[in-house]
């Protein structure tokens, strides 16, 4: 059965990944035009579309164990969610907080939330810089790959992120953390705790 799936995902282009990247932005944007605070719902929106795909990025791999190989489309996958961490980024810098340079340096170091997140964002950019062929070639596959080891960190940054942006744990935070922690665990079952390890 999955022998089946695997050859049909074969031939499904791999750009497919980027037009169905699409579909969280209609949906956000449906969302904010049908919001009473549009500003909100378009920062959560996007925010929350981030931390889904980042996740989603690191089921490729157990998945794999499991006999699903979606391992074509992890780089367009990973691009995504970096797409959305971006525009995340730029609605609190734009529609948030009005590009008032004034308040937007003094938060960037003050609101632990915004720290936290920045450290993800910021992390997620060698990454994306770096996920094309070429880079492959010249790292070296093993370099390459410890670099790439940085998602882990990355995505346990962006829940925390998420966690601390409520002043209340909502069950939908929970079930973020609760999942990220069990892939955590599947990883560090599979391969050993020191895989977890940027090293
Ligand atoms: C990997 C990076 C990031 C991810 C995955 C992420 C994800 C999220 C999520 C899931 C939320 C909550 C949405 C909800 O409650 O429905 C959120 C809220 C927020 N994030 Fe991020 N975020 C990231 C980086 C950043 C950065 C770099 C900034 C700004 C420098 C930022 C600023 C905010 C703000 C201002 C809120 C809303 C807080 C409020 O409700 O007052 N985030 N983010």
């Keep these: 059965m999955l022998d ?14 980027y037009l169905l990247g699409l579909i969280p932005a209609g949906l956000v944007t449906w ?3 049908h919001a009473i605070d549009p500003v909100r719902a378009i920062e959560w929106g996007l925010g929350l579309w981030a931390v889904r795909l980042l996740i989603a990025t690191l089921f490729v791999t157990p998945l794999r164990w499991a006999g ?5 489309f992890r780089r367009q996958l990973g691009l995504v969610a ?3 961490v971006v525009l995340h980024f730029a609605s609190w810098l734009t529609i948030d907080m009005g590009l008032r340079w004034g308040q937007i340096l003094p938060d960037l170091i003050k609101r632990w939330y915004i720290v936290v997140g920045m450290s993800a964002f910021l992390m997620l950019i060698p990454l994306a810089v770096t996920s094309n062929s070429r880079s492959i070639r010249r790292l070296g596959a093993q370099r ?3 670099l790439h080891r940085l998602t882990y960190p990355i995505v346990i940054l962006a829940v925390l992120h998420f966690m601390m942006v409520g002043k209340v744990y909502t069950t939908e935070v929970l079930i973020y953390a609760a999942v990220l922690a069990g892939l955590l ?7 050993g705790p020191r895989s977890l390890i940027w090293a």
């Design 4 to 17: 089946r799936v695997n050859q049909t995902l074969r031939r499904v282009p791999v750009w497919t990944i």
């Design 185 to 191: 665990a599947a990883r560090a079952w599979r391969n």
């Design 31 to 33: 969302e904010a035009i």
């Design 144 to 146: 390459w790959n410890r």
């Design 82 to 84: 970096f797409a959305y």
């Design 68 to 72: 699903l190989n979606l391992l074509r």
